[in-house]
């Protein structure tokens, strides 16, 4: 069956630290992946969106993810977080008329 | 362009009860999906609406439906409601594009359901 893994449930980070976050996936055909952030009270936002081409690929806010598609991979980074920052972080990937997400990451990020 | 909207923003009913929620996509979109969000599941894909047609269903009961209208708004519904019904339920609308590089789903702010 198809899933989306996401390792790390909570993440505590102190600011500046480097950030790094696991996705891997189970689906053997083309797919679309994606990175949303939740902040506290709002509702999902696109972080950033992989199709095609480039496997690195920056988005909004400083943040990047690099597909790697022998290891079914698509980890999210940012060099240096801030406190605001802080929000739950989800991988997912769009399968043909589906989309599956990971069950989330939490980040901390203490000032 | 205005995001999606999602009515009521919250609701308080109580078992058996039957439920409607609505959803506006962005201007332009034809595929609406619906997702149920939980802090013990996650997000789970309930279904997508693309012109007026269910184009895919989650695993969700039958007492889960929706429907989508001419203008693209959808709406879904839970009838007789369960306490494990109380949720963030968030709608998400899409375009394709072939330039921008396939389909991307923005999401709605939720409508929070607490059944009691």
């Known amino acids: 069956a198809q899933s989306v893994s996401q390792h790390n449930h909570h993440v505590i980070l102190s600011e500046a630290a480097s950030l790094e976050l696991g996705c891997n996936y189970s689906y053997g055909g083309t797919v679309n992946l994606f990175w949303y952030v939740q902040y506290p009270g709002q509702h999902l936002q696109l972080l950033l969106k992989y199709f095609s081409g480039d496997p690195l690929v920056k988005g909004i806010k400083g943040f990047e993810a690099e597909f790697i598609k022998s290891k079914f991979s698509f980890n999210l980074r940012k060099p240096s977080v801030q406190w605001s920052d802080t929000a739950e972080y989800f991988c997912a990937v769009g399968l043909p008329s589906d989309m599956r997400f990971g069950a989330g990451t939490r980040l901390t990020v203490k000032p | 362009k205005a995001g999606v909207t999602q009515t009521p923003r919250y609701l308080i009913k109580t078992r058996g009860q039957q439920v409607t929620l609505s959803c506006s996509p962005i201007?332009?979109?034809?595929?609406v999906s619906w997702y149920q969000q939980t802090p013990g599941q996650g997000l789970q894909f309930l279904f997508e609406y693309f012109s007026e047609t269910q184009r895919n269903k989650g695993n969700f009961p039958g007492r889960f439906s929706g429907r989508q209208f001419s203008n693209s708004r959808s709406e879904m519904n839970v009838s007789t409601l369960e306490l494990g019904d109380s949720a963030l339920y968030l709608c998400?609308?899409?375009?394709?594009?072939?330039?921008?590089?396939?389909?991307?789903?923005?999401f709605g702010p939720g409508t929070r359901l607490l059944v009691l």
């Open positions: 998400a609308s899409s375009f394709f594009s072939s330039g921008q590089g396939g389909e991307t789903q923005y």
């Open positions: 201007s332009g979109h034809r595929s």
